[in-house]
């Protein structure tokens, strides 16, 4: 359980100040994923600001809670961007919420960047966007790589469960076609509406089927909520998530017994047991700046992501703004210390990794 606190910005921006922003939820189901997602990015930024800031000029980072809801996601980063003046978004969590930033023209309006969305929705990477720079894999390549693994050995009956929204149909779009690939197609499929942790339908559904597999494309709440409800029902079919889910939070979250075994997707190497350069500078944040929390893929993956920001800013030559900052990410190419990210004027996927995890016995993931 996570036992920091984030004072929520708005009010304490200087003149000086670099302003990058975050909304993020807080609050809500999406709690314990958004509270992470903010401290990865935070540990980074106090890290440069300890070291003179770019160029002398701090970094603000300034974050407001959204609660997962997708009209407070438009709101506040309207806000983040007229009041605040922040140069730069950083780390929003929803396939829907960011859509809807696209829909209302919000990003482009103010032609701001925002940088490691923690989400692999297809509508969000085709057609070609360019504010949003993406350093993860899509949830069409997890799906693939997940249903690849499952009929390797055998097992060709796969259900979903999964968000009924943009971000749960992105995700089930992803496992029918890797389906179709083989010549297979969905044996079932359960939903739960955004915001609700109320499964007992899907897991009835999905149990029609009689699957062999599941893949979860769902926020951490419901996802335990139906990995319990369904091993309760003594149900034996293997159970994978994409990549939105902390193996930890799920396992106390569902119960040891119910959750030991379940498989999820990674977008980043292992934050615990990595050996890369930046996976140790990661830790070593953590440890100076959040000691009492532990490290997760979550935290890591946007540690990444405010590198690239911060890599965009350095390159900016010149009035620090946000055309300028989206244009310098354009220009972005590198080795983070162990991981690859390369945009370019017309490419915004930065990275393709993706790693295969399971839950052991004590709560911790192993590959």
Do not use: C, W
């Not at 969000?124 to 390797?152: C, S, W």
């Not at 915001?195 to 769902?218: C, F």
Request: net charge positive; proline share 4%; hydrophobic share 40%.
């Amino acid at each position: 359980m996570l036992g920091f606190v984030f004072a929520l910005g708005g009010g304490s921006v200087q003149a000086a100040d670099i302003v990058v922003g975050q909304a993020a939820p807080l609050s809500g189901t999406l709690a314990s994923t958004g509270k992470e997602m903010v401290l990865g990015a935070k540990i980074y930024f106090d890290s440069v600001n300890a070291q003179g800031g770019i160029g002398g000029r701090r970094i603000n980072h300034v974050v407001k809670d959204d609660g997962y809801k997708t009209e407070e996601t438009v709101r506040l980063t309207r806000e983040l961007i007229e009041k605040d003046k922040a140069v730069g978004l950083i780390g929003y969590a929803g396939t829907g919420n960011i859509a809807e930033l696209l829909k209302q023209g919000v990003l482009a309006a103010g032609n701001v960047p925002l940088v490691a969305p923690y989400t692999g929705g297809e509508p969000l990477r085709k057609p070609y966007n360019p504010y949003i720079f993406h350093i993860r894999a899509g949830y069409a390549d997890e799906a693939e790589r997940m249903v690849d693994q499952f009929t390797g050995v055998g097992l060709n009956r796969v259900a979903v469960f999964y968000q009924n929204d943009a971000f749960g149909l992105a995700g089930l779009a992803g496992v029918e076609a890797a389906l179709a690939k083989r010549n297979l197609k969905l044996a079932a499929r359960g939903s739960y509406e955004k915001g609700s942790e109320d499964v007992a339908k899907a897991v009835a559904s999905i149990n029609q089927g009689a699957p062999q597999a599941i893949v979860m494309i769902a926020v951490m709440r419901p996802a335990a909520a139906f990995v319990r409800e369904y091993r309760r029902q003594d149900n034996g079919a293997q159970i994978f998530s994409i990549s939105v889910i902390n193996g930890p939070d799920l396992f106390a979250l569902a119960g040891g017994t119910a959750a030991r075994g379940v498989g999820i997707t990674q977008v980043v190497p292992s934050p615990v047991r990595g050996t890369q350069r930046v996976v140790v500078e990661y830790r070593e944040a953590l440890r100076k700046y959040a000691p009492q929390a532990q490290p997760s893929y979550t935290s890591f993956e946007e540690y990444l992501g405010a590198k690239v920001l911060v890599e965009g800013l350095k390159r900016i030559k010149g009035e620090i703004t946000p055309e300028a900052l989206l244009k310098a990410l354009e220009t972005v190419d590198t080795d983070l210390g162990g991981f690859k990210v390369r945009f370019s004027p017309n490419n915004r996927i930065g990275s393709s990794y993706i790693d295969v995890t399971l839950l052991r016995g004590d709560g911790q993931l192993s590959n």
